[in-house]
């Protein structure tokens, strides 16, 4: 759970217990052939059992005060992740990764929803990262306040082709004095499989149909 003060913890867990007793899904759960795992952050932990993600960099996260996931960081659902690093021990930045299933040459369509919870304090840095198989799709490091995110989701969208079998999706996350609040992870084929199926379908029917006019 983040630090923060005893007020602070009633109120937030107040308003925790209501987002969980909303019952819904993450937003992102619902996308057709989405191939992150625990893509909402619904199993309600991490690294803690099987949920899809990895935690590397700066790990160290003494009293679970500077990573983990919680209701008052969700974007959709009953959950979302919070981030930042041990700034006690070093300023490189935690990152949170997947490794996907990906067809060589295929494009894909990579989505996040990111929060600023407050504007860069003097001496301290926000910065953030997201990579597909090793291409940058968005580096931050804002020294003030990102228009329109501080206290409020964003959504990030970008495509990239995947180069292996194995794709992996990273994020890092450094936040010297605050958090970065982070949901709604999604990965998809584009066209998504369903829809190439169709196509695929369809062009077979105009061929056969052509055959029979020609016959």
Same mark, same amino acid.
């Given at each position: 759970?983040? $630090?923060?003060? @005893?007020?602070?913890?009633?109120?937030?867990?107040?308003?925790? *217990?209501?987002?969980?007793t909303?019952?819904?899904?993450?937003?992102?759960?619902?996308?057709? #052939?989405?191939?992150?795992?625990?893509?909402? #952050?619904?199993?309600?932990?991490?690294?803690? =059992?099987?949920?899809?993600?990895?935690?590397?960099?700066?790990?160290?996260?003494?009293?679970?005060?500077?990573?983990?996931?919680? =209701?008052?960081?969700?974007?959709?659902?009953? #959950?979302?992740?919070?981030?930042?690093?041990?700034?006690?021990?070093?300023?490189?930045p935690?990152?949170?990764?997947?490794t996907? !299933?990906?067809a060589?040459?295929?494009?894909?369509?990579?989505?996040?929803?990111?929060e600023?919870?407050?504007?860069?304090?003097? +001496?301290?840095?926000?910065?953030?990262?997201?990579?597909?198989?090793?291409?940058?799709l968005?580096?931050?490091?804002?020294?003030?306040?990102?228009?329109?995110?501080? +206290?409020?989701?964003?959504?990030?969208?970008?495509? !990239?082709? *995947?180069?292996? !079998?194995d794709?992996?999706?990273?994020?890092?996350?450094?936040?010297?004095?605050?958090?970065?609040? #982070?949901?709604?992870?999604?990965?998809?084929?584009?066209p998504?499989?369903?829809? !190439? @199926?169709? *196509?695929?379908? *369809?062009?077979?029917?105009?061929?056969l149909? $052509?055959?029979?006019?020609?016959g």
């Amino acid at each position: 759970m983040r $630090k923060t003060s @005893i007020l602070a913890l009633i109120v937030c867990g107040l308003w925790s *217990a209501s987002l969980a007793t909303a019952g819904s899904a993450s937003i992102c759960d619902a996308i057709a #052939f989405n191939l992150v795992t625990n893509c909402g #952050f619904e199993s309600g932990d991490f690294p803690v =059992g099987v949920t899809g993600w990895t935690i590397g960099g700066n790990t160290a996260n003494p009293g679970g005060n500077y990573y983990g996931v919680d =209701g008052f960081d969700a974007n959709s659902g009953n #959950f979302g992740a919070y981030m930042s690093q041990d700034f006690f021990v070093g300023t490189a930045p935690v990152t949170l990764s997947e490794t996907l !299933a990906t067809a060589v040459g295929t494009t894909y369509a990579v989505s996040f929803f990111l929060e600023q919870d407050t504007a860069p304090t003097t +001496g301290y840095t926000h910065a953030f990262s997201a990579t597909f198989g090793g291409t940058t799709l968005l580096s931050l490091a804002p020294t003030v306040a990102l228009p329109g995110t501080v +206290g409020s989701f964003t959504q990030y969208s970008y495509t !990239a082709t *995947a180069t292996a !079998a194995d794709t992996t999706v990273q994020f890092s996350f450094e936040n010297d004095d605050r958090y970065w609040s #982070f949901d709604d992870v999604s990965v998809t084929a584009t066209p998504e499989p369903s829809t !190439a @199926i169709l *196509a695929g379908a *369809a062009l077979c029917g105009l061929l056969l149909l $052509k055959r029979r006019i020609a016959g």
